[in-house]
């Protein structure tokens, strides 16, 4: 059996602010190539725990690793090494697409020649081409959403960390942005996402289901389906909501 390389490793993940716990003893592994969903309701502690995995938070307690990368001391390479895309589109509306693209493989440290190849590369693939030079905000939303996840993954990074990617747009357009994320993880890119639709949520390869701020459950959606009798991923996240609240 192939042993599968670790990317993101998590052990009693704490994290305080004062003496509210966000995160509290979260322990979970991700794999390379894995679409893992991090699911839970607003409040559960999704954010404060992205935020440490992407170098922008110092957790309080616990061994974590992201890239290779310690969560404590190597924040700045485990920036280098990840791809992000927020809820909010994180594109420049005011600049154009040729410019978003260059402007964001700059920051990621591409050189001019690789900028140059993965910018032609991708207006190639999504048929831009008389539209290059237009302005991002003149885009419809789908369009500006597969484009800003293209361009999150545009220096191949080891992980990209999704932030409910497909709010507000239509349900054709977020299954074409699913097969931006299979594409990715066929490539070997590990998809940390987070998405409030539970259809979407079965479509991951793992979930994790937090809830204020512990981890409730964390296995497949086929099991965890399995495990809670029921049909569907909404109900699973019916039942641990009303579990807790009991």
Same mark, same amino acid.
Request: aromatic share 10%.
């Given at each position: 059996?192939?042993?599968?390389?670790?990317? +993101?490793?998590?052990? !009693?993940?704490?994290?305080?602010?004062?003496?509210?716990?966000?995160?509290?003893?979260?322990?979970?592994?991700?794999?390379?190539?894995?679409?893992?969903?991090?699911?839970?309701? !607003?409040?559960?502690?999704?954010?404060?725990?992205?935020? +440490?995995?992407?170098?922008?938070?110092?957790?309080?307690?616990?061994?974590?690793?992201?890239?290779?990368?310690?969560?404590?001391?190597?924040?700045?390479?485990?920036?280098?090494? +990840?791809? *992000?895309?927020?809820?909010?589109?994180?594109?420049?509306?005011?600049?154009?697409?040729?410019?978003?693209?260059?402007?964001?493989?700059?920051? *990621?440290?591409?050189?001019?020649?690789?900028?140059?190849?993965?910018?032609?590369?991708?207006?190639?693939?999504?048929?831009?081409?008389?539209?290059?030079?237009?302005? +991002?905000?003149?885009?419809?939303?789908?369009?500006?959403?597969?484009?800003?996840?293209?361009?999150?993954?545009?220096?191949?990074?080891?992980?990209?960390?999704?932030?409910?990617?497909?709010?507000?747009?239509?349900?054709?357009?977020?299954?074409?942005?699913?097969?931006?994320?299979?594409?990715?993880?066929?490539?070997?890119?590990?998809?940390?996402?987070?998405?409030?639709?539970?259809?979407?949520?079965? *479509?991951?390869?793992?979930?994790?289901?937090?809830?204020?701020?512990?981890?409730?459950?964390?296995?497949?959606?086929?099991?965890?389906?399995?495990?809670?009798?029921?049909? !569907?991923?909404?109900?699973?996240?019916?039942?641990?909501?009303?579990?807790?609240?009991?």
């Amino acid at each position: 059996m192939v042993k599968k390389e670790k990317v +993101i490793q998590v052990k !009693n993940l704490v994290k305080k602010f004062g003496d509210f716990v966000a995160n509290d003893h979260l322990t979970f592994d991700v794999y390379k190539g894995e679409i893992f969903g991090f699911l839970g309701a !607003n409040g559960a502690g999704k954010t404060t725990a992205i935020r +440490i995995l992407c170098g922008l938070s110092i957790p309080t307690s616990g061994d974590i690793s992201v890239a290779g990368f310690d969560a404590y001391t190597q924040t700045e390479n485990i920036k280098k090494n +990840i791809g *992000y895309m927020s809820q909010k589109f994180s594109l420049y509306e005011d600049l154009t697409i040729t410019e978003n693209i260059k402007f964001y493989a700059g920051i *990621y440290g591409l050189s001019d020649k690789e900028i140059k190849q993965k910018s032609d590369k991708l207006i190639q693939k999504f048929n831009l081409s008389d539209k290059k030079n237009k302005l +991002i905000k003149s885009l419809p939303l789908g369009w500006k959403q597969k484009l800003a996840f293209s361009i999150a993954i545009i220096h191949n990074p080891k992980i990209v960390f999704l932030d409910e990617p497909t709010g507000g747009v239509d349900p054709i357009t977020r299954r074409q942005f699913w097969d931006l994320i299979y594409e990715a993880a066929d490539a070997g890119i590990t998809v940390f996402v987070t998405t409030h639709y539970m259809d979407e949520a079965e *479509y991951c390869n793992r979930l994790s289901i937090m809830v204020d701020g512990k981890i409730e459950a964390l296995d497949t959606p086929e099991n965890l389906i399995k495990q809670y009798k029921v049909d !569907n991923m909404d109900q699973v996240f019916l039942k641990l909501a009303r579990k807790t609240n009991a």
